[in-house]
């Protein structure tokens, strides 16, 4: 049983801290969305159009922890701070999914327009992959209408058959450069940029190439062309969320600080 240990609210979601029973730290979000935002291909950004912030009945996304704590270990991420990791159960990546339906009563994942679990939270995914696989059917059970979205460095030797249907990949990029994503991103065992873009799925979306961009020299538009066809793969920039850990390696806020190509 996963118990409280701090929470905060904003204007269109919940962030919580949970503890396992051994005493394993993990945090769990709970966001919401209008609709319209999810047509981020269409509209080439996925920013409000206005202050209205839609409702759980609209896009609803829980992010969960695949561990408590990281191995990987990120020069812009604060999770690899915690001196231990385990993986978590099946049960307990359940667990904080249920948690999240607990707390908002009047609402159903059933009747929403889209409901989303994304595993980007604590730990990396394919590190703990067949304890998701077990966590995605056991929600896909109860809620058919689920969206998967996970999150990888792409561990070397995953394997992505499973991603297919209402499960979509996304791929922490961060960087075209193999030496400066090496250092960013300070795990031996990942696959390669050029072996990245060579990752196929069978998912009902592109996989995504998730690009948090410390500084320009980060981006490399002929890198981009060569290694990611633009059939199987959609770029996403992010910024970053600055933290204790991101201060300290000197990373900023990123390039990317608000986007409004209208
Ligand atoms: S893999 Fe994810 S959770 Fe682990 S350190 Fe990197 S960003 Fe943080």
């Known amino acids: 049983m996963l118990k409280v240990l701090a929470n905060k609210s904003f204007s269109n979601g919940n962030v919580y801290a949970l503890k396992t029973e051994d005493g394993y730290p993990l945090e769990v979000t709970d966001t919401f969305l209008p609709y319209y935002t999810k047509d981020a291909i269409g509209r080439k950004q996925n920013g409000l159009d206005n202050n209205e912030l839609g409702s759980r009945k609209e896009r609803w996304m829980i992010g969960v922890s695949c561990m408590s704590g990281c191995p990987v270990r990120c020069k812009f991420c604060a999770t690899g701070q915690l001196k231990r990791y385990r993986n978590l159960t099946a049960e307990e990546i359940v667990e904080q999914v249920e948690f999240i339906i607990s707390k908002n009563k009047d609402y159903s994942p059933l009747n929403s327009q889209e409901f989303k679990i994304n595993y980007t939270r604590m730990g990396e995914p394919f590190l703990n992959i067949e304890e998701v696989k077990k966590a995605i059917s056991i929600i896909n059970e109860k809620y058919p209408n689920t969206h998967h979205y996970i999150s990888t460095i792409g561990v070397k030797g ?14 922490s990029l961060h960087s075209f450069d193999d030496d400066r994503r090496n250092d960013l991103i300070p795990f031996v065992n990942k696959l390669t940029i050029r072996e990245l873009g060579q990752i196929r799925t069978q998912s009902n979306l592109k996989t995504t190439i998730n690009l948090t961009l410390v500084d320009e020299a980060d981006f490399d538009m002929c890198k981009l062309k060569e290694y990611f066809n633009k059939d199987f793969f959609f770029v996403k920039l992010s910024p970053i969320n600055v933290n204790e850990v991101s201060e300290k390696n000197h990373m900023g806020k990123g390039i990317i600080t608000g986007i409004n190509l209208v």
Not at 158 to 171: A, C, G, R, Y
């Open 158 to 171: 995953s394997d992505f058959s499973f991603i297919k249907d209402n499960i979509t990949l996304q791929i």
